[in-house]
T-cell receptor, first 113, second 120 residues
């Protein structure tokens, strides 16, 4: 089975802190994604990566950055957390072939106080 | 840019009955993929069913089937013999089939979701 693992399920951080959300996949997928999920807004793409060290902005990249130094790991970074970044963050991965299914992690609930 | 619309924020169904969730999308492309994902309270997003736009036959997975109307840009999900375990948030999603430089076409565009309640 494909496994996408997000290291933290629940985090509470203070405004202004630097926050790292880590994601690891075990299927040698080229593509990795970070989505944000908010009630009534569905899932919105923050960033994605189609290869090591390659990244592209999604629909809502402001306030976020990413890092992909190894193929299996994709990190989302909040340089200075703000309360409006309180949300559920979902990591996902897939093979590069365009029709391939995207697999999701269990999500990370981030609260910024 | 592609958009996906789910017009029903919430739906409910009696156990063992059939329910249909609606999804429409907007695209100028002719080749693409459509998906229904299920997100139960545990939060793990699970693929329910997928449809390739070039296929006329509607996809089916056990009790789940779709009604894909390409001209109308409609992609509804039918759940037959509903079970308590079907209660979840359901998301419709679109993915381009076009091969582009970089990775811009690999992403999924989601609708806002439909919360399905199954009543015993």
């Amino acid at each position: 089975d494909v496994k996408v693992t997000q290291s933290s399920r629940y985090l509470v951080k203070r405004t202004g802190e630097k926050v790292f959300l880590e994601c690891v996949q075990d299927m040698d997928h080229e593509n990795m994604f970070w989505y944000r999920q908010d009630p009534g807004l569905g899932l919105r793409l923050i960033y994605f990566s189609y290869d090591v060290k390659m990244k592209e902005k999604g629909d809502i990249p402001e306030g976020y950055s990413v890092s992909r130094e190894k193929k299996e790991r994709f990190s989302l970074i909040l340089e200075s957390a703000s309360t409006n970044q309180t949300s559920m963050y979902l990591c996902a991965s897939s093979f590069r072939v365009s029709g391939n299914t995207i697999y999701f992690g269990e999500g990370s609930w981030l609260t910024v106080v | 840019a592609q958009t996906v619309t789910q017009s029903q924020p919430e739906m409910s169904v009696q156990e063992a009955e059939t329910v249909t969730l609606s999804c429409t999308y907007d695209t100028s492309e002719s080749d693409y993929y459509l998906f229904w994902y299920k997100q139960p309270p545990s939060r793990q997003m699970i693929l329910v069913i997928r449809q390739e736009a070039y296929k006329q036959q509607n996809a089916t997975e056990n009790r789940f089937s779709v009604n894909f109307q390409k001209a109308a840009k409609s992609f509804s999900l039918k759940i037959s013999d509903s079970q308590l375990g079907d209660a979840a948030m359901y998301f419709c999603a679109y993915r381009s089939a076009k091969v582009a430089s970089g990775g811009s076409n690999y992403k999924l565009t989601f609708g806002k979701g439909t919360l399905l309640t199954v009543n015993p």
